[in-house]
């Protein structure tokens, strides 16, 4: 438990500064505060969590919100193709780590230090993630209802930061430039083709080039 505690807690306790952003925008829009660790607690991913305050606010269609969430979560398909849910045994603790694979858990997961990992480390991992989360949000919509806050100007950067520092520690800790540089390009291709279905997009035409990579590798290793 310890070294799920030391590799986890660096990104885990991000999770306090940005589920208080989350909390200051339920807040803002006229929700009350607890609905903060509600999101955090029911979604439970963080940029549809963001999204979903303005969503419900507005009283959007469910259709809507339906597309949105499909739109927006779309990159777990992605995530699940590496994720170690074949070491987490019982069907009841794959469905509570299947349900709680954010992005960061992804990240720490696949790391090589967790390569060994098994049904218990994965989800205490997960569980201080979702933990973290959802007392981050709840602490944010209290400060909110007591010291109200008229602007908001660059939380909505801050889960594009957390993005950005994931980025850096996977690139740390496997470098590869060739996939940095397919990444880099597949998402510049989706913003310029398709600014409006970017992540789903670039997401897939990341994983195509690396299937294509995949193939031309094992025909030169049979060449």
């Given at each position: 438990?310890?070294?799920?505690?030391?590799?986890?807690?660096?990104?885990?306790?991000?999770?306090?500064?940005?589920?208080?952003?989350?909390?200051?925008?339920?807040?803002?829009?006229?929700?009350?505060?607890?609905?903060?660790?509600?999101?955090?607690?029911?979604?439970?991913?963080?940029?549809?969590e963001?999204?979903?305050?303005?969503?419900?606010?507005?009283?959007?269609?469910?259709?809507?919100?339906?597309?949105?969430?499909?739109?927006?979560?779309?990159?777990?398909?992605?995530?699940?193709?590496?994720?170690?849910?074949?070491?987490?045994?019982?069907?009841?603790?794959?469905?509570?780590?299947?349900?709680?694979?954010?992005?960061?858990?992804?990240?720490?997961?696949v790391?090589p230090?967790?390569?060994?990992?098994?049904?218990?480390?994965?989800?205490?991992?997960?569980?201080?993630?979702?933990?973290?989360?959802?007392?981050?949000a709840?602490?944010?919509?209290?400060?909110?209802?007591?010291?109200?806050?008229?602007?908001?100007?660059?939380?909505?950067?801050?889960?594009?930061?957390?993005?950005?520092?994931?980025?850096?520690?996977?690139?740390?800790?496997?470098?590869?430039?060739?996939?940095?540089?397919?990444?880099?390009?597949?998402?510049?291709?989706?913003?310029?083709?398709?600014?409006?279905?970017?992540?789903?997009?670039?997401?897939?035409?990341?994983?195509?080039?690396l299937?294509?990579?995949?193939?031309?590798?094992?025909?030169?290793?049979?060449?």
């Open positions: 438990m310890r070294r799920v505690l030391a590799l986890s807690a660096p990104i885990g306790m991000a999770f306090i500064p940005l589920g208080m952003a989350l909390g200051f925008l339920v807040v803002h829009a006229g929700l009350d505060w607890w609905w903060a660790p509600v999101f955090a607690a029911v979604i439970y991913a963080g940029s549809l963001f999204l979903m305050v303005h969503l419900a606010a507005t009283a959007a269609p469910v259709a809507g919100v339906a597309l949105t969430t499909f739109v927006v979560n779309s990159r777990h398909v992605f995530y699940a193709l590496s994720f170690p849910l074949q070491r987490v045994k019982g069907v009841a603790a794959k469905l509570y780590s299947t349900y709680t694979l954010s992005d960061e858990a992804y990240a720490v997961g790391s230090a967790a390569a060994t990992w098994t049904t218990r480390p994965i989800l205490f991992m997960q569980l201080c993630f979702h933990l973290l989360w959802v007392t981050g709840g602490l944010g919509g209290l400060v909110g209802e007591a010291l109200p806050i008229e602007r908001l100007e660059g939380l909505d950067f801050a889960l594009t930061a957390l993005f950005i520092v994931l980025a850096i520690d996977a690139y740390r800790q496997r470098p590869d430039r060739l996939t940095a540089v397919v990444a880099a390009l597949c998402a510049v291709a989706a913003w310029l083709l398709f600014p409006g279905q970017m992540l789903v997009c670039a997401f897939a035409g990341f994983a195509a080039a299937m294509l990579r995949l193939w031309v590798q094992r025909r030169a290793e049979h060449a």
